[in-house]
């Protein structure tokens, strides 16, 4: 069964330096997302991304993070200077459409830890 | 703010069915409720989802109340694997809206 796929699985960086977490979304997904968790808290939407260009983004994703399709096959999370606030763990998803009938299918995420 | 409210957590004998509810009684004539499961930090599994008729696939059975206020999750034969957090989601709009995920129910299979 085709799945999303997340590299690197964690993510060691100092604080102020950038990382960029990358996913491969389902080959015929069109919507990708990006979602973060925070250690004990609950899954947290960061923002969709359609046809090259943000669709929504939360209040989170501020002028730090920035996402990318830099290619037909990966879609990246940028944070330009990481917090320890950052500290959590990042998960890509995709869906084959944007209506209510097409679930989001995750990736099993990246853990990223800034010290 | 998740618009469902579940159980904070729910014991179930292995082999048993696992029944979790959850409620939604503001959703939309067009939203979908949709049920997701994450185990351990893993990342949220689909498990279902459904508009008003009764869904069935391989993982669970989705019951949706006739007034679509809410909904019962149900695991057939609960295996210790299924120990996960469920997550219940009312999907708003459409376009690229994602899911907004609320606290849960942890789901704890017992042996």
């Known amino acids: 069964e085709p799945e999303v796929t997340q590299t690197p699985s964690h993510q060691v960086t100092q604080m102020g330096q950038e990382v960029i977490l990358r996913c491969v979304p389902i080959s015929n997904h069109l919507y990708f997302y990006w979602y973060r968790q925070i250690l004990g808290q609950k899954v947290e939407f960061l923002v969709s991304?359609?046809?090259?260009?943000?669709?929504?983004k939360s209040e989170i994703f501020d002028d730090q993070f920035s996402v990318e399709r830099p290619d037909g096959s990966n879609f990246t999370l940028k944070i330009r200077s990481t917090k320890l606030e950052d500290s959590a763990m990042y998960f890509c998803a995709s869906s084959e459409v944007g209506t209510y009938n097409s679930p989001l299918h995750f990736g099993n995420g990246t853990r990223l830890t800034v010290t | 703010d998740a618009k469902t409210t579940q159980p904070p957590s729910m014991d179930c004998a292995e082999g048993r069915a696992a029944n979790l509810p959850c409620n939604h009684s503001t959703i939309s004539g067009n939203e979908y409720v949709y049920w997701y499961r994450q185990i351990h930090s893993q990342g949220p599994q689909y498990i279902i989802h459904g508009l008003k008729n009764n869904e069935t696939n391989e993982m669970a059975s989705l019951i949706i109340t006739e007034d679509r206020k809410s909904s019962t999750l149900i695991l057939p034969h609960a295996t210790l694997r299924d120990t996960a957090v469920y997550y219940c989601?009312?999907?708003?709009?459409?376009?690229?809206?994602?899911?907004?995920f609320g606290k849960g129910t942890h789901l704890i299979i017992q042996p």
């Open positions: 989601i009312v999907r708003p709009g459409g376009g690229a809206d994602g899911l907004t």
């Open positions: 991304f359609y046809n090259n260009e943000i669709s929504e």
